[in-house]
T-cell receptor, first 117, second 114 residues
Framework: DTGVSQDPRHKITKRGQNVTFRCDPISEHNRLYWYRQTLGQGPEFLTYFQNEAQLEKSRLLSDRFSAERPKGSFSTLEIQRTEQGDSAMYLC???????????????FGPGTRLTVL | AQSVTQPDIHITVSEGASLELRCNYSYGATPYLFWYVQSPGQGLQLLLKYFSGDTLVQGIKGFEAEFKRSQSSFNLRKPSVHWSDAAEYFCAVVFMDSNYQLIWGAGTKLIIKP
């Protein structure tokens, strides 16, 4: 178990550029989550996948954001036409679903810090 | 809307002193409760969780937390803090009627005085 990994750890970009982040979950985990965290706040849910299916998206997730998990393993989060307000830490978490009606424990990666200039 | 409140933005304690971090949640169906710790430059690490059973749960690094349903609280405690405990602590709750989504508090930053 190597834990959840994220790449890159830091990204600086200019406003209007597109960026893509990658998350590799714990290998046997079937759920994968994306969160955004700004300074002094807890994480805000963005979206989650069960295997390759994207099951839920937050209202916070504008149409400039898209996430994929094509083979049910790693996931990518893309932000198009970045804005300064997108500057934040983007966190990925994974979990092993215990079945319908049961919650599971999420394990987090180190995050990708995005700075939009 | 369901919410999680951590009333203390910052807490300062002396090394070796006891610690209690507060967490309250709004009324909802049976909650699942978590405490995570985040050190600078690190990801969120799970300290402990409560799903059911004994309301006093033990976690890693000498932390414990007690679920009090009557007070809608899940406070985190440690009898004697170490300088390495300096970090930000987040309480998170899953309400069974909220699509099993984690709802997070804003965090409490723990500062340790030597």
């Amino acid at each position: 178990d190597t834990g959840v990994s994220q790449d890159p750890r830091h990204k600086i970009t200019k406003r209007g550029q597109n960026v893509t982040f990658r998350c590799d979950p714990i290998s046997e985990h079937n759920r994968l989550y994306w969160y955004r965290q700004t300074l002094g706040q807890g994480p805000e849910f963005l979206t989650y996948f069960q295997n390759e299916a994207q099951l839920e998206k937050s209202r916070l997730l504008s149409d400039r954001f898209s996430a994929e998990r094509p083979k049910g393993s790693f996931s990518t989060l893309e932000i198009q036409r970045t804005e300064q307000g997108d500057s934040a830490m983007y966190l990925c978490a994974s979990s092993l679903s215990l079945g319908a009606g049961l919650t599971d424990t999420q394990y987090f990666g180190p995050g990708t810090r995005l700075t939009v200039l | 809307a369901q919410s999680v409140t951590q009333p203390d933005i910052h807490i300062t304690v002396s090394e070796g002193a006891s610690l209690e971090l507060r967490c309250n949640y709004s009324y909802g169906a049976t909650p699942y409760l978590f405490w995570y710790v985040q050190s600078p430059g690190q990801g969120l690490q799970l300290l402990l969780k409560y799903f059911s059973g004994d309301t006093l749960v033990q976690g890693i690094k000498g932390f414990e937390a007690e679920f009090k349903r009557s007070q809608s609280s899940f406070n985190l405690r440690k009898p004697s803090v170490h300088w390495s405990d300096a970090a930000e602590y987040f309480c998170a709750v899953v309400f069974m009627d909220s699509n099993y989504q984690l709802i997070w508090g804003a965090g409490t930053k723990l500062i340790i005085k030597p």
